[in-house]
């Protein structure tokens, strides 16, 4: 049987979120909210393609500041990228701030924190609009915040927070306030819980910006942690605001990067160099999965595949018998869990077994190319081999 990895989507270009354009006018609703401080306030919110049908599941929740520009670009990559299973479908918002920008990211000359209209502004994405999210809609734990330029230096603020509201952070060119590159290394240094954490920059943006951006980036890639997820990008050929279109789908690869189908890199440095057994590195994916963003996900085929292979290269056929528990669990109804039983039966020299597991088979549904006729061939093969 031939196997067939899922190698991913490496790259996102800006194509792609045109294309879609026209599918997310049809998804996206627009709704304003009434703040205690700051008035009335618009959304955009796009939610998943079959968040009616899913009624018992919970999203993601992905905040997008600037969301007059930049939620469109986000929404259009969400949608395209948990649509071939990259990541989990998710719930975006876009803040609209417009012509409010400027006050709404006001911070002290002083302590260089949120101050005024600032301090009102991040009292409402905490105080007022999660909650508001939350009450209507079916959100789930883990939560993205996405911003650009002097936005996203403001959503750092947030992972300042002795429980951050927030799990992951896109900052895209940030125009970094003075001490924040000091402020967020001292923080990152200390957290318990995983953070994930996107910067970017280019060749053209902003030298003020570059110069900080890299700053920040020689002490985060300094730190040690199993709790912080850093990725950087430093691109060439864009500006400050053409980098925005190839930093979101890096920024969504990274963060859901464990959620993603088993690819050949993956397969080829990770599993390939296990010295421990490839079967236990798969159940640790899938319960990161359901750690880190409250997912409960079955086992996918393709992944089943890339440990099959792993079994196969490094001749520990004994472990075909965790694989066939792990079957069963995920797939109970299917011949998965016989064909790999009947693998670890031939293994350890048990042709007897093997044979049984074989033709029992019948009863259970065909999965992945594997037929019942396939099993019933591999019994009499074995019935001949040993003259039964």
Known sequence: MDIIFNT??????????LFFKATLLAQ????????????????????????????????????????DYLFEPVAGNVDFISYWDDMPEAIVVGVNQDKDRAEDLKISDEDYFPIMSGAKFYEFLGAELIPYIIENYRIGNFKVIVGHGQSANFINFFSFKKDPLF????????????????????????????IFYYMSTSDEDYNENRDGIKELDTKLQSIESKTLFYEFENFEGHN??????????????????TYRPISRTEYKD???????????YLIEKYDMIESFFGIKKQILLNDFRAINAAINSKKNLELFKDLAKLAREN??????????????YEATDNPRKAIKVYQEAFVYDEIDGITIDDLLDQAERLKRENDY
Not at 8 to 17: A, D, E, N, S
Not at 181 to 188: E, G, I, P, Q, T
Not at 270 to 280: F, G, H, Q, R, T
């Open 331 to 344: 797939y109970p109804k299917s011949l998965l869990f016989n064909y790999y039983m009947g693998r670890y």
């Open 270 to 280: 990770n599993i390939l160099k296990l010295e421990s057994s490839p079967v236990d």
């Open 167 to 194: 799990q992951a952070y896109i900052a895209m060119s940030p125009t970094l306030s003075p001490y924040m590159s000091d402020n967020l290394a001292k923080k990152f240094m200390s957290i318990k819980e995983p």
């Open 240 to 257: 400050h605001y053409s980098l925005v279109a190839s930093s979101i789908p890096e920024a969504l690869q990274h963060i859901f990067k």
């Open 8 to 17: 991913g989507l490496m790259k996102y270009y800006v194509l792609f979120i």
């Open 28 to 67: 996206t609703q627009y709704e304003f909210i009434e703040s205690d401080r700051l008035g009335e306030r618009q959304l955009k919110i796009q939610l998943p393609r079959n968040y009616i049908e899913n009624t018992d599941q919970f999203y993601p929740l992905i905040v997008t500041l600037d969301g």
